[in-house]
């Protein structure tokens, strides 16, 4: 593949396959489900470390359920809660900075990222961040500082809740993990409740983009693709800002359409023997991922 300006090209292979491409085919078939790509989570430890939005960082965060909260006036409280009990439930596809009404979300934690820490022009600090998902799409969720570490208390994995009160802001193109163009980013008034319902279809669904379009995709889209893998070349390690790594190279195709593919942590440990001849899908893909 080869770049040009902004763009990556995929290539029609030759006729002939290369004799160690075939040797390492198999029969193999399956269908592999990759729901979060870990190339985004590694970005996202960059974010935390790169970050220069001083309303993120500098922010002092309270505890993030009503029950722990002291209310100064006890009308006021009432007040408050009536008000998070009003807030009208809306879909995360829904989310955007124009909202100018008190709405809540129904939500379940898909994915927990390891805790960071931080460090910038303008403070230090520590970062935690899942992804959401209900019915119409998911949505990563940040927390700072101390709302870090209250927040990684109260949210579980696969567990659902009931969450008000959160700052919308522009995700970043470079570092963000889903193809929400919004982030929700936890305020000193959160408040974060578990609830038993399970707001969204587990069935994942998926919207696939050919090998063929992803040249003209700009770099930081994220996309659902499904190919053939021609060559797995393993699975390697190492080391950045003291966490370690997992890196797992491929090689597909569809439809005569070639392509590498960069797969990450807990992506690339997902099939623990070799994936050569496997038939793979995989949702939320950054373009910077293939070469």
Known sequence: MKRKSSKRRCTRPNHTTNNDINASNTEIQANVLQNEPAIVRKESYEQAENRTQTSATNIAFSNTTSSTQTPTNTNESNQTLQTYQ???????????TDLNFIWKIHATVTSVYPKR???????????????????????TLAAFNLNSHIMS????????????????RLASDSFKTLAHSYQLVCTNTTVATQITSTPYDETP????VHLI?????PLNSIIDVQANVVRDFGISTGVRNVSVWTRR????????????????NDQARLIDHNMTGLQIKLKNVKISSFD
Not at 153 to 168: A, G, P, R
């Open 86 to 96: 009003n807030a009208m439930l809306i879909n995360i596809n829904e989310i955007n």
């Open 153 to 168: 208390d109260l949210l579980q994995m696969n567990q659902t809740y009931e969450f008000s009160n959160l700052s919308v």
């Open 213 to 217: 379009q992803i040249p003209d995709l």
């Open 249 to 264: 190279y491929l090689h597909i195709t569809q439809d005569g359409i070639q392509t590498g593919l960069t797969l990450w």
């Open 117 to 139: 820490n931080y460090t910038n022009s303008h403070s230090v600090g520590e970062i935690s961040c899942w992804d959401l998902k209900d019915n119409s799409g998911s949505i």
């Open 205 to 208: 669904t998926f919207n696939f």
